[in-house]
């Protein structure tokens, strides 16, 4: 029995090239049970005419199934439906069933309660003019460079790093890379037993508040801060205390904590750089009244308009301070790769919690990254980035001058947005919906803020997503919709 060709279609906008669409048909098509054992494909031919392509596409696509035992060829007789192809599971879906469980209502809504979700589009990038944060730009990715190492991460003599179990450690190949690559240009010195691998630096502050935190302490975060730390410390279990930045970020004179949260490099989202003094008055403080410090070095790589501070993790002679560092905003967000620095029996602890949870990122992903670093794509594409933003920044400066709006905080050595404040009694979540009408995507600044001193004024405006020709138009119709009272 043949299948017939009007069995096959392809669907117009359909993901993934000819071959790998024709494959996925035909696969689909086995797995459900329409494509018996047997049965005869459509002939190359045929199957081409029919669906207006390359007869070597579909020739090339009925080989690879061939080679993964969905096809057989039959000499000069065609394609078959393989005998020891996979079959359709036995047991159909079963309906879905009805929720007797109350489950927001059992765990008291504790984590989805905590939640605050970004107001951005899916489609954000097809907006013309969208300032939005921490998003890649293709056109400065290394796309060529990555694909060369992912490819040699993916084959024969890498095979154990891709496909063995490391249990609780790291590929030992990054870890040397993040040791004489990342960390030296921070300052800081550190042995393997003193780094941890994690999914980004959202995993790696979740682990660091588990390790140290609990009921009866107390955390200490900057305000505002980052939205995604301040949901962590909310289910800690520990008190949270908020204390307002200053142009310098975090204030030398703490309240009694137990563990303080400093972004200091580019403090987040106002964009503010510790100075020095500061920074050894709160290891000073640190040891003379015993809290821990955790360091989310965010942004460091963006120091482009003076040459980088030292991180304090560098400066720290007392063990009091835990690193946290991604390659997630350097690289690209979805890859979710980042790293813990701190003293052995620190990351002891969070290795042991780390395994309860995952045993290790991905092998394959960190055999990237580490042949990335190593053949120094990393340190020339951070090059490339640092070059564009600088114009960007320059474009966008100008831009904001014109339109008349005040910056809030933009910080002296870089970064890639700035902290924007609008006129007193403007509501940024209500203008940024009436700008997302006229194509222009920003970021309310309200999750930022303690929500017992709610802020609603302030907002960011991030030029990492878009080109420099498009910015002035941008902040131009940011300027008339707030000259017009558009929020």
């Known amino acids: 029995m ?49 669906l207006g392509i390359s ?34 599971p036995e047991f159909p879906a079963s309906a879905r069933p009805a929720e007797e469980v109350d489950y927001r209502s059992l765990s008291g809504g504790r984590f989805s309660g905590a939640m605050t979700l970004v107001d951005r589009p899916v489609d954000w990038d097809r907006y013309p003019w969208p300032f939005i944060y921490g998003q890649t730009d293709p056109t400065l990715f290394d796309h060529q460079n990555w694909r060369a190492c992912a490819l040699r991460a993916l084959g024969r003599r890498d095979f154990a790093a891709l496909t ?36 980004g ?97 965010y942004e460091f790589e963006m120091s482009f308009l003076k040459p980088v501070s030292p991180a304090l993790k560098s400066l720290d002679k007392a063990g009091r301070v835990i690193y946290a560092g991604s390659f997630s905003k350097s690289i690209f967000p979805g890859m979710r790769l980042g790293y813990l620095v701190g003293p052995p029996g620190f990351i002891a602890e969070a290795r042991a919690l780390r395994s309860m949870v995952l045993k290790h990122p991905p092998g394959h992903v960190q055999r990237t990254v580490a042949y990335f670093l190593a053949e120094g794509h990393y340190d020339a594409m951070i090059n490339r980035m640092r070059l564009a933003f600088r114009r960007r920044r320059q ?30 009694g403007v509501d940024t979540g209500r203008l940024a919906r009436h700008l997302r009408t006229e194509g222009v995507l920003i970021e309310p600044g309200h999750s930022f803020f303690d929500p017992a001193r709610p802020d609603r004024r302030h907002y960011r405006l991030a030029y990492t997503s878009i080109p420099p020709a498009r910015i002035a138009e941008g902040i131009s119709r940011i300027g008339r919709a707030l000259a017009n009272g558009d929020a």
């Not at 035909?26 to 199957?47: C, D, H, N, Q, Y």
């Not at 640190?286 to 360091?295: G, K, L, P, Y």
């Open 2 to 50: 043949a299948i017939p060709v009007e069995a096959f279609f392809l669907a117009a906008g359909g993901a993934g090239t000819l071959q790998s669409r024709i494959r996925t048909m035909v696969t689909e098509g086995i797995l459900a049970g329409r494509f018996r054992p047997g049965e005869k494909m459509p002939s190359s031919r045929g199957l081409a005419e029919h």
């Open 55 to 88: 007869r070597i596409t579909v020739t090339l696509a009925y080989g690879d199934l061939v080679s993964s035992d969905y096809l057989s060829a039959r000499g000069r007789s065609g394609y078959y439906v393989s005998d020891n192809a996979p079959r359709a």
């Open 164 to 199: 063995s179990d490391y249990y609780e450690r790291d590929d030992p190949v990054l870890i040397e890379q993040v040791l004489r690559v990342i960390l030296p240009r921070r300052g800081i010195a550190a042995g393997a037993d003193e780094v941890l691998l994690t999914l």
């Open 201 to 297: 630096a959202q995993n790696a502050l979740w682990i660091a508040s588990q390790v140290l935190l609990g009921v009866g302490r107390r955390a200490l975060v900057e305000n505002p801060a980052y939205p995604g730390l301040r949901r962590i410390l909310e289910v800690s279990g520990a008190e949270v205390l908020s204390v307002d930045v200053d142009e310098g970020g975090l204030p030398p004179v703490l309240p009694r904590c137990d563990v303080v949260f400093a972004t200091p490099s580019h403090q987040c989202p106002t964009n503010a750089t510790m100075p020095l003094d500061r920074r050894l008055a709160l290891l000073e403080a640190a040891s003379r009244e015993d809290f821990v410090i955790v360091e989310d070095d």
């Open 395 to 424: 474009v966008m400066d100008e831009a904001i001058r014109e339109a008349g709006l005040t910056v809030a905080g933009q910080g002296g050595f870089g970064g890639s947005c700035f902290w924007m404040a609008a006129p007193e």
